[in-house]
């Protein structure tokens, strides 16, 4: 079964700081996702990383994938507090090509202090 | 282009009573997929319909069934309701070809009393 653990669980930081928030993953996948959510809406997607090494960014995020560690990272640079919100990684597990069966980890809830 | 759209928002209902959610994906997508959202169990997948195929399918009990139309519009289905099925339910959709992006809609939020 897989399993997906993202860390911290909870993360509260200052404006201006970085930090870095750690998803793992259990077995071989060929995409993975980073959604943001904030209270009481839906899932907003932030990035998709397809292959090994694959860097992206978004304004103050960056998302990175490590196939063999089987790690995905999102760091976050110069914190604000409209970037507060809970940030979900998800592995695909679908049987291939185009399937999509997502396996979503807890969420970090990040809170961004003046 | 106009987004996911699910209907109705909001849902109250009794326990042992079935219900219907819909789900309208992004124009020209054929993939949908649904998602249960519990404060417990997080988030987790339910099943995955490709042109009116179910595709992928999560670990729930068959009180829990879907269905695709040629449309792409999707429809999922709970019966006899149990007070643990209380939850937001999420549909996304993927254009399923050539794009891995998964679009989410607003969700339902359903209430079993």
């Known amino acids: 079964e897989l399993k997906v653990e993202q860390n911290p669980l909870f993360l509260s930081m200052q404006e201006g700081k970085n930090y870095t928030i750690y998803c793992n993953y259990s077995?071989?996948?060929?995409?993975l996702y980073w959604y943001r959510q904030d209270p009481g809406k839906s899932l907003e997607s932030l990035f998709v990383?397809?292959?090994?090494?694959a860097v992206k960014q978004e304004g103050r995020l960056m998302a990175s994938l490590d196939t063999k560690a089987r790690l995905s990272t999102l760091h976050i640079t110069a914190a604000v507090h409209d970037l507060s919100a809970t940030y979900f990684c998800a592995v695909d597990i679908g049987s291939g090509g185009s399937n999509y069966k997502l396996t979503f980890g807890k969420g970090t809830l990040l809170t961004v202090n003046p | 282009k106009a987004g996911v759209t699910q209907t109705p928002r909001y849902l109250i209902k009794t326990r042992g009573q079935q219900v219907t959610l819909s789900c309208s994906p992004i124009?020209?997508?054929?993939?949908v997929s649904w998602y249960q959202q519990t404060p417990g169990q997080g988030l987790q997948f339910l099943f995955e319909?490709?042109?009116?195929?179910?595709?992928n399918k999560g670990n729930f009990p068959g009180r829990f069934s879907g269905r695709q139309f040629s449309n792409s519009r999707s429809e999922m289905n709970v019966s006899t309701l149990e007070l643990g099925d209380s939850a937001l339910y999420l549909c996304?959709?993927?254009?399923?070809?050539?794009?891995?992006?998964?679009?989410f809609g607003p969700g339902t939020r359903l209430t079993v009393t």
């Open positions: 077995t071989t996948s060929d995409r």
């Open positions: 319909y490709f042109s009116e195929t179910q595709r």
């Open positions: 124009s020209g997508h054929r993939s």
């Open positions: 996304a959709s993927s254009e399923g070809a050539t794009s891995y992006e998964q679009y």
């Open positions: 990383l397809l292959s090994n090494g």
